[in-house]
């Protein structure tokens, strides 16, 4: 059988050794932990600026929104940012039971930010109910 080698081995110890960025290999993992709640008269296509990340930031598949009790069955929720609204949580009801969500892992891993950027969270087909919490932990990684 042959032995392949991913790229990140390549770059650990082939020609290109040592260039490796520090957000793939080594860097530190951060938090952003934070919450809301849905305001009276607020309303299907409202966007919500839940953080801002760092240049150089990644974020990662261990991301998560936590939603309380109570909310509409039908509202919707998808999360990204400005060039990709949905790059970490597309459009998808959590229910009406209090539930926890992690962000979408097939799309998290590869886009490194190359300016600050600010995460979004835009509500669908419904209303969020008022003063109903939704917490988030966005997890990134720099150098």
Known sequence: ???????????????????VNPNALGGRVRLIHGEFAGASGA?????HNLCVVPAGAR?????????????GATMT???????DDDRYYAATAPGANATSVTLAANALG????SEETTIILTVGTAALTANKKIVFDIYYVTD
């Open 43 to 47: 309303a299907a296509g409202d966007v």
């Open 59 to 71: 974020v990662l598949p261990i991301s998560q929104l936590h939603f309380q009790a109570g909310q």
């Open 1 to 19: 059988m042959a032995t392949k080698n991913t790229s990140l081995y390549e770059k650990q110890t082939g020609l290109a050794a040592g260039k």
């Open 110 to 113: 590869d886009k490194v930010y």
């Open 77 to 83: 929720v998808k999360v990204g940012d400005k060039d």
